[in-house]
Structures are given as structure tokens and as C-alpha cells.
Nanobody, 123 residues
Framework: QVQLVESGGGLVQPGGSLRLACAGS????????IGWFRQAPGKEREFVAR????????DYADSAKGRFTISKDIYKNTVYLQINDLTFEDTAVYYC????????????????WGQGTQVTVSS
């Protein structure tokens, strides 16, 4: 089973940028989907973006379109989430997770999860 570890979170001022990383180990990321999710205080975990490792397709939540970019580095076995022009509403714990190719945006389709990385946007 693949293991995932997130990194790159931190405290950022509004308008700043962060690049989150999701490093995979234990199993090659081939034939899976990597999704990014976030959970803000008092809210349910929500889908942000996903990427098909073996392909070129990407998918974004409406709230993530424009400012968020998901990408991969196959040689580092890592998926990234670039977040630009951060706002207070982006404050959340960000998680990456793995699902089989063909899975949806639904949380229940993802069977391997990282522990999350905290993104805090504050002035």
C-alpha cells in the first residue's frame, strides 16, 4: 500500500503563495489518482484537486480554479499543489490521498491518506 506524506504548509500573509508537496513511498504511484483535500475549522473535509498519475488529466473544485495548480514530478514520486493569492478562507489542514484510477472526487473512494499539513493565512 502506498504511504503519503504532506509538507510545505505554514503561516502566510494574505496574497502570499505556498507549494504543498505529497511524497509517496511504499508503492509506485502508477495506476492511481492523487487528490488534494482540505478541512477548515468547523467544516467538513472537501475536495480541492486531483491528478491521474499515469495520465495528463487534472480536475479542480470550483473554489480552486485559477489560484490552485496540481502537478507531479514522476522522478521524485511527488505531487504538488501550488496555491497563489492566498486568502483567509484558504486556512485549513490540507491532505493528499490516493485512489484507484477511475475513482471520483468522493472521499470514500480514497483509501490511503497522509496526515495533513496546516496552512494558516493571517495578517
Amino acid at each position: 500500500q502506498v504511504q503519503l506524506v504532506e509538507s510545505g504548509g505554514g503561516l502566510v500573509q494574505p496574497g502570499g503563495s505556498l507549494r504543498l508537496a505529497c511524497a509517496g513511498s511504499g508503492r509506485p504511484l502508477s495506476n492511481i489518482i492523487i487528490g488534494w483535500f482540505r478541512q477548515a475549522p468547523g467544516k467538513e473535509r472537501e475536495f480541492v484537486a486531483r491528478l491521474t498519475w499515469a495520465g495528463v488529466r487534472t480536475d479542480y473544485a470550483d473554489s480552486a480554479k485559477g489560484r490552485f495548480t496540481i502537478s507531479k514530478d514522476i522522478y521524485k514520486n511527488t505531487v504538488y499543489l501550488q496555491i497563489n493569492d492566498l486568502t483567509f478562507e484558504d486556512t485549513a489542514v490540507y491532505y493528499c490521498a490516493a485512489a484507484r484510477t477511475g475513482s471520483s472526487r468522493k472521499l470514500e473512494d480514497y483509501t490511503a491518506w497522509g496526515q495533513g499539513t496546516q496552512v494558516t493565512v493571517s495578517s
